[in-house]
């Protein structure tokens, strides 16, 4: 049993209907790791993150700090500090951006109320456009600006373990590069982060670990530092199942 793993899935699947989109899956997440998780359209990496999230119906072992919680509901998670940065964000667009923030800090006790300040602080310090915008309709900002909202209100939460899912989807080179540049100064600063990316250049310049998944399963669990070129990433993609 490996005990210093924060997160730690053993033979996790989840099904849609009779269609097994992940197959039994074994992934690890260290305390203050990056930990990126790679591949093609339909491999099954939302639906990963949707069964450690306890989205879905799942089965297989998943622990948090060596704490069983396969049969957690998926709110006693978000109280356990693992929050997840959904695919499509999950914003309220009629909301403004204050809102939107001020909710992911709604499961926090009032006597939170100076680290919520602060955490509020950290997050407009991150993303300081969110600051220009705090009044702003959530559904008129950029798509960018949703992403850094998106991020945002997760950290509102104060997550031990982040999760997101694609979030350079949709964004342009710099705005994506922005986005990953704020991942990599709250890992430095601690926060332990998986994040599901298919821009691989951008989540490998930071991972400690990879996983490449594909047709519901891992495929290759590469070095990051090994994987220098497009061709080695292709060749990882294409590899042979395992
Ligand atoms: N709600 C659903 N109902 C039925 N099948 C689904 C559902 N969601 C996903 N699938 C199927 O499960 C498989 C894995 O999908 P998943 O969304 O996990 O892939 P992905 O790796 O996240 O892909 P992408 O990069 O396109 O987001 C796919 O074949 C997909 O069609
Ligand atoms: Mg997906």
Known sequence: MNTSALLRSNGLTASYGHVEALKPTDVMVGPGEFVAILGPNGAGKSTLLRAIMRLIASSGELYFEERSIAREPAHALA??????????????????????????????PPSA????????????????????????????????????????RALMVHPRLLLLDEP?????????????????QLNKRGLTILVVEQKAPLALALA?????????????????????????????YLGEIH
């Open 113 to 152: 109320r100076p680290e919520i300040e602060g955490d509020f602080e950290a997050v407009l310090a991150l993303f300081p456009r969110l600051k220009e915008r705090l009044a702003q309709m959530a559904g008129s900002l950029s798509g960018g600006e949703q992403q850094m909202l998106a991020i945002g």
């Open 208 to 236: 400690n670990r990879a996983y490449v998944m594909r047709t519901g399963k891992v495929i290759a669990t590469p070095d990051p530092k090994d994987i220098t070129s497009p061709d080695a990433l292709a060749h990882l």
């Open 79 to 108: 109280a356990l500090g693992i929050t997840l940065v959904p695919e499509n964000r999950g914003i309220f667009g009629p909301m403004t951006v204050r809102e939107n923030l001020d909710l992911g800090a709604y499961i926090r």
């Open 168 to 184: 350079s989807l949709g964004l342009a080179p710099r705005l994506a590069a922005e986005i990953f540049n704020a991942l990599g």
